[in-house]
């Protein structure tokens, strides 16, 4: 099975008169899916399946189930040839689940494009979810709550099909100091730059006119850039989404204009596109999205191997829950990972 693979499950439980449950997997890349055990359980029931060559299994319902909600476990045949981390979701009758979609996360992913293509770095959700501090919102992966298969699902922000290359326009109206020829072509060599990194078109030029918002609406699928000179750090990126979790708005606030060619601060202004993509803050790896008043030594000066990856995955993930409308994700790993005591991955060992 492929290095790197992201794969979706979708499993259909009736309601009252459920008689089992039964489902598909696919692979992203198109690489054979047979094989996963599939464990399902429920009250003092327990029963698997296993994938046949075309990702299909179904396991039939015990009477001793009962009524209550059915746990599905997804995980390697054999978990010392593991090459997802186990995903654990609850399908909750009370909830009227007619259909269940999850995504696997890839214990190690094979970087896709770019100047870092056929690297593989490890990937842990639990790092990837580890907070910068305690009582810090959160860690590189963010969450959203959407409506997917007709119930309230954790996803990850992301923005809606179509939308890449994203529109970057300098806002020339509110900026607190004028934006220079040469400030915007420091900008988007640096954009330059973390595009050959990520293997990917992230973001394309447009003009601040043909962005302004509406009356009763905010750009939509824009990157807004300007100086804020009230703003206490050296950079801010963000980004605003919907009750679906899709990103309609992003912005980059800079300090002020030495920003763009001079910053004292490493990686500036990768650091704060990366955040227009959707994630956050990691003091987990050395990464352009450590937080310097947090981790000042875990701050690298560009992006870094495993946040290429880890934003990979990030960007999988969303289109592949939105696509499938698949409700369990990054959320269901991060329970398997802890529940299941996958080991971490580290570099070493790995081929």
Known sequence: ?????????????????????????????????????????????????????????????????????????????????????????????????????????????????????????????????????????????????????????????AWRPGSFPLRVAFDHEYT??????????????????????????????????????????????VVLVWVERGLRAAGLGSVTYSGGGDIGYGAVRLHNTISFTRSQVPGLIAHELVHTLGVGHTCSWYSVMADVTICPLQRSPAPTAEDVAYLQVHLAMGRLQRDHRARWGLDAALRGEQEMRVPNTTLAGMK
Request: hydrophobic residues 45%; charged residues 25%; aromatic residues 6%.
């Open 176 to 221: 607190s100091e004028r934006i220079t020829g040469r400030d915007s072509a420091a900008f988007w060599r640096d954009a330059a730059e973390l595009e050959s990194l990520v293997g990917m078109r992230l973001f394309r030029p447009a003009r601040f006119v043909d962005t302004e918002p509406g009356e009763d609406h905010d750009p939509d699928d």
């Open 1 to 157: 099975m492929a290095v790197g693979m992201v794969m979706v499950l979708a499993a259909v439980a009736s309601g009252a008169e459920a008689q089992g449950v039964r489902g598909q997997v696919w692979a992203a890349d198109g690489s054979s899916v047979a094989g996963l055990r599939v464990e399902v359980s429920g009250g003092a029931w327990a029963d698997s399946a296993v994938t046949d060559a075309a990702g299909r299994f179904a396991v039939a319902r015990g009477a001793e189930a009962g009524d209550d909600s059915l746990r599905v476990v997804v995980d390697a045949a054999d978990p010392a040839e593991r090459v997802f981390h186990p995903s654990v979701a609850v399908v909750a009758k009370a909830q009227g689940d007619d259909e269940v979609r999850m995504v696997l996360v890839p214990r190690r992913w094979k970087i896709a494009g770019g100047s870092l293509a056929g690297s593989v770095v490890p990937v842990s959700v639990v790092r990837g979810f580890t907070p910068t501090c305690r009582g810090c919102a959160s860690g590189f992966f963010r969450r959203a709550v959407a409506n997917l298969a007709g119930a309230r699902s954790s996803t990850v922000p």
